[in-house]
């Protein structure tokens, strides 16, 4: 089983109707991170969260809301989608360096996507 | 924020050839990470660079970070199909994985 699992993995919904990406992970990290991915445009970040009472604007949060409703969970909602949400959605997750050693990179661990097509 | 520029954006080799990627920033980089996708599924982690002038390898992939902490360069020795998809370079603003800045990516294909 992936450790970090994205649901739905593919959806295709109108302009206006409300959507929820879900996200969630058995790593038992902290912090967790939405970032969409376009065409030309690499991956950019939507929110990220260091702990379940921490929630943070990434740079193109605006359109989006989280919610975070356990160390495990995170999910991000689209209240009204419109045509320029059209993505590739990935939730990642990472720990702090500095708590497992040289060892640990920090890196990100991400889910295998969910691509979200609003027509 | 720091902004990545990667080049080239796209690139066809032929099995068996070299190629370099690189990935340059505005910013002084404190942690400079190399991911690959495959063409639309998630981002696995390749190396990442810290210190200036350091060198990684991985398999026949080296990633270097250059002394002023400003440029990383991707290179692939004896391209293989399997080195095809998508190599992005992502750095934050400390060495840790906090708000990641990701380049636009670079498109790899192998041809036979």
């Known amino acids: 089983d992936a450790d970090v699992t994205q649901t739905p993995r593919n959806r295709i919904t109108k302009t206006g109707k409300r959507i929820m990406l879900e996200c969630s992970q058995t790593k038992g990290h902290d912090r967790m991170y939405w970032y969409r991915q376009d065409p030309g445009l690499g991956l950019r970040l939507i929110y990220y969260s260091f702990d379940v009472k921490d929630i943070n604007k990434g740079e193109i949060s605006d359109g989006y809301s989280v919610s975070r409703q356990a160390q495990a969970k995170f999910s991000l909602s689209l209240e009204s989608a419109i045509p320029n949400q059209t993505a590739l959605y990935f939730c990642a997750t990472s720990t702090f360096r500095g708590f497992s050693g040289a060892k640990n990179t920090g890196e990100l661990f991400f889910g295998e996507g969910s691509r979200l097509t609003v027509l | 924020s720091q902004e990545l520029e990667q080049s080239p954006q796209s690139l066809i080799v032929q099995e068996g050839k070299n190629l370099t990627i690189n990935c340059t920033s505005s910013k002084t980089l404190y942690g400079l990470y190399w991911y690959k996708q495959k063409y639309g599924e998630g981002l696995i982690f390749l190396m990442m660079l810290q210190k200036g002038g350091e060198e990684k390898s991985h398999e026949k992939i080296t990633a270097k970070l250059d002394e002023k902490k400003q440029q990383s360069s991707l290179h692939i020795t004896a391209s293989q199909p399997s080195h095809a998809g998508i190599y992005l370079c992502?750095?934050?603003?400390?060495?840790?994985?906090?708000?990641?800045?990701f380049g636009t990516g670079t498109r790899l294909q192998v041809t036979l």
């Open positions: 992502g750095a934050g603003r400390t060495g840790t994985a906090s708000k990641l800045t």
